[in-house]
């Protein structure tokens, strides 16, 4: 599932987080079964799971998709990377 949108982001972190969110938020909403959510980006995977996150601007955002998660019974994981 890809995901397309007109906002902007300030980092491609936060664009990953929220991409990941909208996903849960589509999971949700159609309430689809065994879905396994595949991210490039480890840093991303690893906040939403271990929810490890400091001061980072991107906590609420995190917290929501982490409770997303919970709610879906939706797997989260890294892409293995190219080579």
Known sequence: MGHY???SF?????AELWSIHKGLEIILERKLKNVKIE?????AVNLI??????NL??????????????QT?????QIPPFG
């Not at 601007?57 to 919970?70: D, K, R, Y």
């Open 73 to 77: 019974n939706t797997m989260i994981g």
């Open 10 to 14: 300030n980092s491609s972190l936060e």
């Open 57 to 70: 601007p991107q906590s609420v955002l995190i917290n929501e998709a982490h409770f997303l998660l919970a």
């Open 5 to 7: 949108s007109k906002r």
């Open 49 to 54: 799971t271990k929810r490890n996150l400091g």
């Open 39 to 43: 991210s490039d980006s480890l840093v």
